[in-house]
């Protein structure tokens, strides 16, 4: 079966943030998507991407906004929403060394990101591209316009907060929205095109901007999808095991949920947890005890609250499972910890 692309949850949080600050049903809409209501607590860990695009497709038809993606965008802080990079990439002394970095270390947020620059067939220009996720159609819009704002405002952080690209190539044919946004007021936009593009002058591409380069491993030919990842798995029950956590809190946590989440039948899944030599009810033990081993060295952390955490509606039912798993109680593991 083909791999299942993951992405790190901090990537739905300015459309989380979007949603509740504009009054919307944030939690109804995360429900309808199939995503962890715990990203309501910016709760951190992986999704599966083609449910965030499912979301963004949601609140698109259903608020009526055309223009989702591209509003949230551009309300985001760049700096913040890529906090963990910032450092190595304002390293960088070159736009060419910052975009080099970003399209290594992207792959730490997504498995499937494929992002990379290349010379334009116009003199002295350059493309920055994003090739998209395959096999994800729904939401493809909004995910598209979202990600054209956030390379701008990365190409932003070396040339100037004002510098537009003077030419866009989008995968989408529908262009309702853009006159909305100075990014599309005084540029050339080519619809119909097989990978979201920004053209760059080759200037600013490798002129030094500030400060001596620091050497990250980025030997890699930039002018193709960067296919190595991190996140990246074969196994399903990897694969579940990374996603599953933040869900440990919801309803219905089930056997044809997981499937439906991952877009394959319940039979598929429990034949290929079979080949793994798992079964769902193990995986699911597994997640849970190794959701409660952290919770339970936070003394603040209430035995009733962690239950709660995950999935338990009765504190005795979480004790039992957890002396199954581990041939102690929860409380007489809390006790080793501290002997």
């Known amino acids: 079966m083909d791999k299942i692309a993951l992405l790190q949850s901090e990537q739905a949080f300015p459309f989380i943030d979007y949603m509740t600050s504009a009054g919307m049903p944030a939690a109804n809409y995360l429900e309808q998507a199939k995503l962890p209501v715990s990203l309501l607590k910016h709760e951190t860990g992986l999704i599966v991407e083609r449910q965030l695009w499912e979301l963004l497709d949601i609140v698109s038809e259903q608020e009526g906004l055309h ?10 802080d760049i700096h913040k929403q890529l906090n963990g990079m ?5 390293a960088q002394p070159t736009l060419l060394g910052l975009v080099q970095a970003f399209c290594l270390m992207v792959n730490e947020e997504s498995s499937d ?6 010379p334009s067939d116009t003199p002295d220009r350059h493309w920055f591209c994003r090739g998209g996720v395959q096999g994800i159609a729904v939401g493809e819009r909004d995910a598209e316009l979202y990600t054209l704002v956030l390379m701008i405002k990365l190409v932003r952080l070396l040339i100037g907060e004002s510098w537009c690209p003077d030419s866009i190539q989008l995968k989408t044919d529908d262009d309702r929205g853009f006159n909305t ?13 097989s990978a979201t593009a920004i053209e760059i002058p080759s200037y600013f591409v490798n002129r030094q901007f500030f400060g001596e380069f620091n050497k990250l491993d980025i030997s890699k030919d930039l002018r193709v999808p960067i296919d190595s990842n991190p996140l990246a798995t074969d196994r399903l029950a990897d694969t579940l095991k990374q996603v599953l956590a933040l869900y440990l809190s919801d309803d219905g946590l089930d056997l044809e949920f997981s499937a439906e989440l991952l877009g394959i039948s319940s039979r598929t899944l429990q034949r290929q947890l079979a080949k793994e030599c798992t ?12 959701s409660a ?30 002396k199954r798993w581990s041939g102690m109680s929860p409380r007489e593991y809390r006790r080793t910890l501290t002997a």
């Not at 990101?113 to 290349?118: C, G, Y």
């Not at 946004?181 to 095109?193: G, H, T």
């Not at 209430?302 to 957890?322: M, N, T």
């Open 67 to 76: 223009d989702f993606g591209l509003q949230v965008g551009l309300g985001i």
């Open 86 to 90: 910032m450092p190595r990439l304002m």
């Open 113 to 118: 990101a494929q992002f990379w620059l290349t």
């Open 181 to 193: 946004s100075e990014i599309f007021q005084s540029n050339k936009i080519e619809l119909n095109q």
């Open 279 to 290: 079964t769902y009810a193990h995986l699911l033990d597994a997640i849970r005890f190794n």
């Open 293 to 322: 081993i952290p919770l339970l060295k936070n003394d603040d952390n209430k035995l009733v609250d962690i239950a709660l955490d995950l999935g338990y509606s009765d504190p005795a039912h979480f004790s039992r499972a957890f």
